[in-house]
């Protein structure tokens, strides 16, 4: 299995908390980061939070930042993406992503090599 698998997607009310798990396998272990999208009906898919394995440096999209938290154990090849005090637009399918490429832009989808098949996070009001 190449494919990342994320988990912990579901229904929650406006204020609440979820948290997000993508495990790396087989080719994906072969990672320099990580790195949480969105897609929300009818809308491109957007940048969420990424993370470097090694140094655990993270990266937040404006809208996310003091709400969401990425944090990964390495020994688990896991990485999580904390979401608290969730709002109705924060409803999306959440993927995750490995990418191979040390420099450029983290929140370039483009950048990434191996997608996850997504979890649904509705969020109501």
């Known amino acids: 299995q190449v494919q990342p698998v994320e988990s912990g997607g579901g229904l929650v009310q406006a204020g609440g908390s979820l948290r997000l798990s993508c495990v790396a396998s087989?080719?994906?272990?072969?990672?320099?980061?990580m790195g949480w999208f969105r897609q929300a009906p009818g809308k491109e898919r957007e940048f969420v939070a990424a993370?470097?394995?090694?140094?655990?440096?993270?990266y937040y999209e404006d809208t996310v930042l003091g709400r969401f938290a990425i944090s990964r154990d390495n020994a688990k090849n896991t990485v999580y993406l904390q979401m608290n005090s969730l709002k109705p637009e924060d409803t999306a399918v959440y993927y995750c992503?490995?990418?191979?490429?040390?420099?450029?832009?983290?929140?370039?989808?483009?950048?990434?090599?191996?997608w996850g098949q997504g979890t649904q996070v509705t969020v109501s009001s």
């Open positions: 992503a490995g990418r191979t490429l040390s420099g450029g832009r983290w929140s370039t989808p483009n950048d990434y090599d191996y």
């Open positions: 087989g080719r994906a272990l072969n990672t320099y980061g």
């Open positions: 993370i470097r394995w090694s140094e655990g440096d993270a």
